[in-house]
């Protein structure tokens, strides 16, 4: 939180990120406030948080191998009796 709550961020021109993406908003209008939240990614990139773009890969492959994990554990078992199959 020390990057985000500082007196830097107070200047004009401050970026949280080195893309300027992510930057403390000083405008005038409401509807300018919201036309930046409307541009924002809806899911924050590792950059804003400092980290690599690696951070996010790594994320995901941790998220889709849970999904896939949960998927397997999900199906029905099938068991073989007497010539038959049996969910």
Do not use: K, W
């Not at 939180?1 to 004009?12: D, I």
């Not at 993406?21 to 406030?33: A, G």
């Not at 939240?37 to 996010?56: K, R, S």
């Not at 790594?58 to 889709?64: G, L, P």
């Amino acid at each position: 939180l020390g990057c985000f709550f500082t007196p830097q961020s107070l200047v004009p021109g401050f970026a949280y990120s080195a893309s300027g993406r992510y930057f403390p908003p000083d405008f005038v209008l409401h509807q300018e406030y919201l036309d930046y939240i409307e541009q924002l990614p809806f899911t924050d990139n590792p950059e804003i948080f400092g980290m690599h773009d690696n951070a996010n890969i790594a994320y995901e492959r941790q998220e889709t191998q849970t999904l896939l994990r949960t998927i397997v554990e999900v199906q029905p078992r099938m068991s073989r009796t007497a010539g038959q199959c049996t969910p």
